[in-house]
């Protein structure tokens, strides 16, 4: 048994979703698709970009490490509670982005928003599913200290 896991493209998943709205943020956020832009929403969207921007780098470099080290399983813990957390906000939240899908899924509540938060619950999930998957390699890293 390798120390590498396939369930480790959870990560490369991460930055998939999150590499697009940090780079966009990053050189332009005023030009983001949000409603009601503000000084302060501006702040606090260029404070996010540099989180989602550092979680996405730590993300690149714990990819190619073995599965049973405490810090990639921390990063992975973290990473479920934040996209968990984005997804319920997410849902939860009214309309800020100004593009629809079309009047039928529209009226089905298909919205970005929607869309967005679902991605991120299912990456949440995919985080827990990693930590499940890769159980057998602490174990067997244990045994063989």
């Not at 390798?2 to 490369?12: G, I, N, Q, T, Y």
């Not at 990819?63 to 997410?90: D, N």
């Not at 529209?106 to 998957?133: D, I, N, R």
Request: aromatic residues 12%; proline residues 8%.
């Amino acid at each position: 048994m390798s120390a590498r896991s396939p369930l480790s493209v959870v990560f490369l998943l991460h930055i998939a979703l999150e590499a697009p709205l940090a780079i966009s943020a990053f050189w332009s956020p005023i030009s983001l698709p949000f409603l009601q832009m503000t000084n302060t929403t501006l702040v606090l969207l260029k404070l996010y970009t540099a989180f989602t921007a550092a979680t996405c780098v730590t993300t690149f470099l714990v990819h190619p490490l073995p599965e049973f080290l405490p810090g990639k399983r921390a990063l992975a813990i973290g990473l479920c509670i934040y996209h968990s957390v984005a997804s319920t906000v997410l849902f939860q939240a009214p309309r800020f982005i100004p593009h629809s899908f079309g009047p039928l899924l529209e009226s089905l509540k298909v919205t970005p928003e929607m869309v967005w938060g679902t991605l991120h619950g299912l990456l949440g999930l995919a985080m827990v599913v990693w930590w499940q998957g890769t159980l057998g390699y602490v174990s067997m890293a244990r045994k063989a200290v």
